[in-house]
């Protein structure tokens, strides 16, 4: 049988356990703005250059984004704007050899226990907390894994309903190996 899934072919994590951000928000947000709450909402590594190094790892200089949703209270009344905090990173990473037919990409995933926030502008949010990011080189693989048929699951309690049939899974007219 052949799987389709990402494999990854390196990665990094940061961490900081006591992080200061100041957030640009698209929106104005008014001076009579308190600040609620704020969760990660993505993150990705933009306008990156990639340069050879030593030792089968590749320079990778760039940007980071992480999109945060911003809660915040004004007059007794609760909104959430989109707002965003760019960071510059320089990552050594081993990457999969040019000319792959499959490009990989690299993967961003942040999360963040905000701990404190203030709104200290229109356009700006401060958050403090702890952050971790993970940065991943990844690509789409093919995997093959030998296979001895479906799985026979047996019945948990009594006997098995006879309206039900037997197959869980599915026929093909023609179920050779692929």
Known sequence: MVIETKRVFDGCAFSDENVSLTLTTAEQLSPQANFVSARVV?????????????DGCCRVCGEVVTR?????????????VAAEYRETRELLLR?????????????VQTAMSVS???????NA?????????????VAPVDILVPTYG???????TGSACRGISSRI???????DDF
């Open 42 to 54: 993505s993150g990705e590594l933009v306008d990156y250059t990639v340069a050879d190094g030593s």
């Open 68 to 80: 945060f949703a911003v809660t915040y209270s004004d007059g007794g009344v609760l909104h959430t």
């Open 95 to 107: 990457l999969p050899v040019n000319g792959s037919l499959v490009p990989y990409t690299i993967e």
């Open 116 to 122: 404190s926030g203030a709104v200290i502008g229109s």
């Open 125 to 137: 949010v401060t958050v403090g907390g702890c952050l971790l990011q993970i940065i991943k080189v």
């Open 150 to 156: 479906y799985c026979k699951y047996p019945p948990c």
């Open 169 to 175: 899974f599915p026929v093909f007219a023609v179920d």
